[in-house]
């Protein structure tokens, strides 16, 4: 596995109220607590106050993608996650995985004709919603989610 070189907060460091970095194996039982302690430093800090859901299942949706498309659900590969909050921006979380990327415009959209009824494909589409902005960096290998 080759080293990935850390993930920059995009937010000015002396503003910065929460910094949390953490790597995750490719391992979808290990997404609830990694979740549940990133979710009790940002309630602490008032991070996205009142947001919460919304930060809670973007993590969740985007952790699982990180794992099943970008890792091949391979348990020797990680993933990496870093949570920034500042008082001005709100917050920032970055997911990047090892994988080869993807284009985000060549998703279907999961709301339209067939794509209706289909039981998956729906996580990318659930972030943006969710999230205030969406965007994806490294060829589609890293996600950057911001909300207010």
Known sequence: MSIQPEIR?????????????????CDTGAI?????????A?????CAEGKEFQVRLAMEEALL???EHGC????TKEIQCSVCCDEERGMLIVIRNPGPGFDPASIPSPVISENIFKTHGRGIYLINQLMDEVEFKGG????HMRID
């Open 9 to 25: 907060c995009e937010f000015k460091s002396k503003d910065l109220i929460l910094r949390l970095d953490t790597t995750l194996v």
């Open 32 to 40: 609830d607590s990694l979740i549940g302690e990133i979710m009790e």
């Open 42 to 46: 940002v309630t602490g800090m008032g």
């Open 65 to 67: 993608n990180a794992i």
């Open 72 to 75: 091949g659900s391979d348990p």
């Open 140 to 143: 589609g290998t890293e996600i």
